[in-house]
C-alpha cells in the first residue's frame, strides 16, 4: 500500500511531497516490474523516486508563460500560476 | 492552465515574459521586482490577477482554484501574446549534445521525530535536480576518464542537501578530499566536502554505472551516493541534529517530465560558471 500526501510550495523553494510507503515484500519502492531488469544499483537509483505516481506530477506544468498564455487562450482558462525562488518542479 | 516558473528568472527578464510577470506581480502583495514575488497566482489571460496566495494549505490552493473555476470570465477579445523579445542573460539553454540526469536526494535517518505536520513532510522529501554533462564529457567517459569539470560541478553542485529548501553550493576551497575514477568499466569514488569553520559538511562515497552509444552518447547513467552530512544553510534549516545519512541518486532523464527542461540549479545567473566550475 502506498499512501501519497502532497504538499504545495513554501516560504523556501522545494516542492515536497510525502509519501508514506508500506511495502510487504517484492521490489524496491518505485520499481515496476519492467524496471527489474535493472542492476540493483539501477534499481536503487531508480527507487529513491518514490513519488512517481504523486497527484502534482500528473499536472501538465508548463514552464514558459508565454506559452501558457496562449494555450490558456486557446482554451478559454485563466492561468494558475506557481512562482517560487528556485523552480517548482525542482532544480531549487 | 497550470505553469510552474522560478520567478528569480522572469522577474529579472528583460523581454516579453518579463514585462508580462511584472504586470501580474505589480497588482499582488509583492510588488517589489527586486524582492521575492513568489506565491500562487491566479490570473486572466490578459494578465489580470484574479487572485493570490503564498499559504501552504491545501484547503487554501483548493479554494483559489475552485474560485476560478466559479468566477471566471474569458475575456471575449483574448488575444494570444506575441513573443517579440528573449533575454539571452536568462535563457540557459542546454549545450548541444548534452544529456540530462535527474539526482534526487534523501534524508535517510537521524531526524528527532516530530509531530508537527510541516516538519515531518520537510523530514521524509525528496529532493529533484538536473545534472547537465556535455558532449565532449560523455566522450571522455566512454573513454574511461572523469573529467574534472564533471567531477567538481558534481561535487559543488550536486552532493548538497537540498531537500528541505535551495541549498548552499560548495566553493572550491570546499573540496577537501575527492576521487572519482572508473574502474573496470564501473565509477567509483570518495568525497569530503567542508566549510572551513566545520559547520557544514558531507562525507560521501559514490559508485556508479555508465553505458554508451556508439556515438559515445550516455545511454545509461546510474550513480549512487551515501554517506554522513552535517549542517545546513539558511534555506535548509533544521536538519538532524549533528551527523545524518544522505544518500544521493543520479539517473538519466528521458524527458518524460517537465522537470527534465529545467536548468541545474547550479547555472543560475551563470551557466558558464556552472559547467566550467
Known amino acids: 500500500m502506498i499512501v501519497v500526501v502532497e504538499y504545495f510550495g513554501a516560504s523556501v523553494m522545494t516542492r515536497i511531497t510525502l509519501i508514506l510507503c508500506l511495502i510487504v515484500g517484492g521490489l524496491p519502492s518505485g520499481v515496476s516490474a519492467q524496471d527489474s531488469g535493472l542492476s540493483k544499483l539501477g534499481q536503487q537509483c531508480l ?16 514552464t514558459d508563460l508565454i506559452a501558457a498564455q496562449r494555450m490558456a487562450v486557446e482554451q478559454q482558462k485563466p492561468l494558475f500560476i506557481w512562482a517560487m525562488d528556485g523552480h517548482p518542479l525542482g532544480c531549487t | 492552465m497550470s505553469v510552474s516558473l522560478d520567478q ?10 518579463g514585462e508580462f510577470w511584472r504586470k501580474i506581480a505589480a497588482q ?7 524582492q ?12 489580470q490577477l484574479l487572485a493570490y496566495t503564498n499559504n501552504r494549505g491545501p484547503e487554501r490552493v483548493r479554494g483559489l ?3 476560478a473555476a466559479r468566477d471566471y470570465a474569458h475575456p471575449v477579445d483574448a488575444k494570444p501574446l506575441e513573443r517579440q523579445s528573449t533575454d539571452a542573460k536568462y535563457q540557459v539553454a542546454l549545450p548541444e549534445g548534452a544529456v540530462v540526469v535527474r539526482v534526487q536526494a534523501r534524508v535517510d535517518g537521524g531526524y528527532t521525530p516530530t509531530d508537527d505536520r510541516w516538519e515531518s513532510l520537510f523530514q521524509s522529501a525528496v529532493s529533484r535536480d538536473n545534472l547537465w554533462i556535455t558532449a565532449e564529457e560523455q566522450g571522455a567517459l566512454a573513454q574511461g576518464t572523469v573529467p574534472e569539470a564533471l567531477a567538481v560541478r558534481i ?4 552532493l548538497v542537501d537540498n531537500t528541505r529548501g535551495e541549498p548552499p553550493v560548495w566553493s572550491r576551497e570546499e573540496i577537501r578530499e575527492w576521487s572519482l575514477t572508473i574502474e573496470n568499466g564501473k565509477l567509483v569514488g570518495s568525497a569530503h566536502l567542508e566549510t572551513e569553520d566545520g559547520s557544514r559538511g558531507y562525507q560521501a562515497t559514490l559508485q556508479g554505472e555508465l553505458a554508451f552509444g556508439q556515438d559515445q552518447q550516455l545511454q545509461q547513467c546510474h550513480i549512487w551516493v551515501e554517506g554522513q552530512f552535517w549542517g545546513s544553510g539558511p534555506f535548509t534549516r533544521n536538519p538532524p541534529p549533528g551527523k545524518f545519512p544522505l544518500v544521493i541518486a543520479f539517473r538519466l532523464a528521458d524527458g518524460s517530465e517537465p522537470a527534465d527542461s529545467l536548468a541545474p540549479h547550479g ?7 556552472y559547467l566550467r566550475p
Open chain 2, 267 to 273: 547555472s543560475r545567473g551563470w551557466l558558464p560558471g
Open chain 2, 155 to 158: 561535487l559543488r553542485f550536486h
Open chain 2, 28 to 34: 499582488g502583495p509583492r510588488k517589489e521586482a527586486g
Open chain 1, 47 to 62: 527507487a529513491i523516486d518514490r513519488d512517481k505516481d504523486a497527484a502534482w506530477r500528473t499536472v501538465d506544468w508548463q
Open chain 2, 8 to 17: 528569480w528568472y522572469t522577474r529579472r527578464q528583460q523581454d516579453t515574459e
Open chain 2, 36 to 47: 521575492t514575488q513568489q506565491g500562487l497566482y491566479l490570473v486572466g489571460v490578459d494578465g
Open chain 2, 65 to 67: 482554484l475552485e474560485q
